[in-house]
């Protein structure tokens, strides 16, 4: 891979106060290293640093990336106006190489030029679009009402996969009944949501913001924690809302496989991602779980 990239933590305008990719000390590594592909259980992702060449520049194995499901910014926002160009170029590739899905999660409110990039992979369902959502505008530099706002347009131009996901839920902090309640008035069915990473050391500001009490419970060296998720699907289920988990969702309804393979010849492919110098598993899971989980959804 041709690549020149710079070292540095990601930046993003968002700028989340407990921005889970730039305030974690167990995950600044990575940046560091110049961590470009990730590989997890529910996509293999690329991403792209500001100073970073265009995505097209950086010569991804594109080949690697056949009949699977990939993200794109697990350390930006997608919609930044700023990856436009990348967007396009993305949904060419998605289109050549036969990858399944294109699967997008942000918190900037999508343009009209961004829906008319993202057309092409209308039909055949070839593009997932999950909207953050979490209460947290003082938190945030978007709001939760433009996100909404986002997803309905999204749906009203015609896009079938489309999600509200709660991530960061913060158990008492987290508005969790009126964002049920603006998801239910503006006709979504469905709703993921996640736990919180939390780094006392990298998101002091939050003290200010968040009860410690609240805080305390995420205290689990900056591991995903869910608290408190029983009351929430109580509360969805009493709300006609619900739940899917994200993963689920981007692999739903996949484009029917045209030519023939096995695991094996999956894994080896996949062998070549993980084998790549800016890749890094993002997963909790052993690579060999990853390894084979990621090789059986690609059949
Ligand atoms: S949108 Fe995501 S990447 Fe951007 S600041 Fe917020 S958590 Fe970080």
């Given at each position: 891979m041709a690549v020149e990239i710079k070292t540095g933590l990601p930046v993003c305008p968002v700028a989340c106060k407990y921005c889970m990719a730039s305030k974690l000390h167990l995950r600044a590594d990575y940046w560091k290293q110049c961590k470009r592909i990730g590989?997890?259980?529910s996509s293999v992702f690329i991403n792209r640093a500001p100073n970073d060449p265009s995505l097209q520049e950086m010569n991804f194995p594109w080949d690697l990336f056949q009949w699977d499901y990939l993200g794109y910014q697990g350390t930006s926002d997608c919609f930044w106006s700023i990856f436009k160009d990348d967007l396009r170029y993305l949904v060419k590739m998605v289109l050549k190489w036969n990858i399944r899905r294109l699967c997008l999660i942000s918190k900037i409110p999508i343009t009209d030029e961004q829906i008319?990039?993202?057309?092409?992979?209308?039909?055949?369902?070839?593009?997932?679009?999950?909207?953050?959502?979490?209460?947290?505008?003082?938190l945030e530099k978007t709001t939760?009402?433009?996100?909404?706002?986002?997803?309905?347009?999204?749906?009203e131009a015609g896009f079938k996969d489309?999600?509200?996901?709660?991530?960061p839920y913060i158990h008492?902090?987290?508005?969790?009944?009126?964002?049920?309640?603006e998801l239910r008035d503006n006709g979504f069915k469905e709703f993921s949501f996640k736990g919180?990473?939390?780094?006392?050391?990298?998101?002091?500001?939050?003290?200010?913001?968040?009860?410690?009490?609240?805080?305390?419970?995420?205290e689990k060296g900056g591991q995903e924690v869910l608290v408190g998720e029983e009351e929430v699907r109580k509360l969805a289920s009493e709300m006609g809302l619900r739940e899917i988990g994200v993963k689920d969702f981007y692999h739903r309804n996949p484009m029917p496989r045209t030519t023939?393979?096995?695991?094996?010849e999956e894994k080896e492919k996949l062998m070549g991602i993980i084998n790549h110098p800016y890749t890094?598993?993002?997963?909790?899971?052993?690579t060999d779980d990853v390894l084979n989980y990621c090789a059986s959804r690609r059949l």
């Open positions: 590989l997890n259980k008319e990039i993202l057309n092409p992979l209308k039909d055949g369902r070839r593009v997932a679009l999950c909207y953050s959502i979490t209460g947290m505008d003082a939760t009402k433009s996100r909404i706002e986002a997803l309905v347009r999204i749906r489309y999600l509200p996901v709660i991530h008492g902090y987290t508005p969790i009944k009126e964002i049920f309640q919180f990473r939390y780094d006392p050391e990298g998101m002091e500001s939050l003290r200010g913001y968040i009860p410690e009490p609240v805080l305390q419970q995420y023939s393979s096995t695991i094996k890094v598993i993002s997963s909790s899971a052993s």
